[in-house]
């Protein structure tokens, strides 16, 4: 039933012509999109985790051109310099992002970048460059890909079930469930369940190379491009301690910025930033502060200064045009009801 209005909300505001939409909104429109991989291939560490699909290079490129019809595209160091001094930032503009340090952002987005034009930043997550590991949510994704290969095959669940029971799992007898209900605290489990399901994340690793290499980061600055943190090991925040948060916060942004020279640091929330509190916000500014954070609340203002929100453009079954509009009626409906501005406790 929500899946249905959410659709009938999207044809609707699919009829109404943009620039009417931007007046409304007049002085609250930043675009930034997020997209994580940018390939038609099906990557089985993706696969489970997103059930739209990612966008193919050409899906990509439409973006891009409807975000360029409608919007004019702003560098980082305007952005910096605009929350720095405190200026107002640039009206209908837009800066691409890109999370998880994914290969095929750089094999697939990147050319289509440099063509048309568009400033992007990259959010990488760092304990994953040159494959160093796998982050603990693309290995529930692989861990369901086999169970559902052994329930097809017939093969014996067994040892799985009881790894899950022995953790203290969220069990209720549909192992997938459980496998997707691992957090980052219980990450130990998916490298259990991995022995048990005859899984290998170094194999995997040096098959798939799922990520970017150090020197394909460093080549993505030299191009003009953007980089900083997206946590150390892409956990959720809210469910580690202050401490724990910023030190996963923090060192990924210093660590990108002391790696690849950056002129300042920037940092994008892994999972959602709905549950960060400013206690989070100080603990940061205590361990050496970042300059430009980024959440997912679509085109709200943050009530943190230097915290810009982002917006989901990975959904392979929403054309950009289409998604613009419907951003833009929502956020009018918000400012009616003033809730244009992110709070926090």
Known sequence: MAHLAKKLLLNACSLF??????????????FIPIYHAITAEKLLHLEHLMPYGSKTPKQFENDLDHLLKHLKPISLDTLYDCVLNKKAIPENSFIVTFDDGLRQVYENAMPILLRKGVPAIFFINTSVIDNQDLLFRYKSSLIV???????KSGKSLDAAMAVLKQNNAIFDGNIVFAVMK??????????SLASVLDLSWVDYLAKEKPY?????????KAKGFYLGGH??????????SNEEAVSETYGSAKFMMDTYGLPFSSFAFPFTDVQIKNQFFEGVQQAGGIDLMFGSQKLKRDIQPNTLQRFDGDNSLIEMDVYIKALLAFQWVNKLRGKT?????
């Open 145 to 151: 890909e086999q169970v559902l290969s052994f329930q």
């Open 17 to 30: 012509p943009v620039k009417p939409l931007l007046q409304l909104n007049k002085g609250n429109t930043l």
């Open 231 to 240: 946590t150390v090991h892409h956990p959720e925040l809210w469910k580690l």
């Open 212 to 220: 970017m290499t150090g020197a394909q980061l460093q080549d993505l």
């Open 341 to 345: 501005i992110f709070t926090r406790s």
């Open 182 to 191: 691992i957090s980052y605290k219980q990450s130990h489990v998916l490298d």
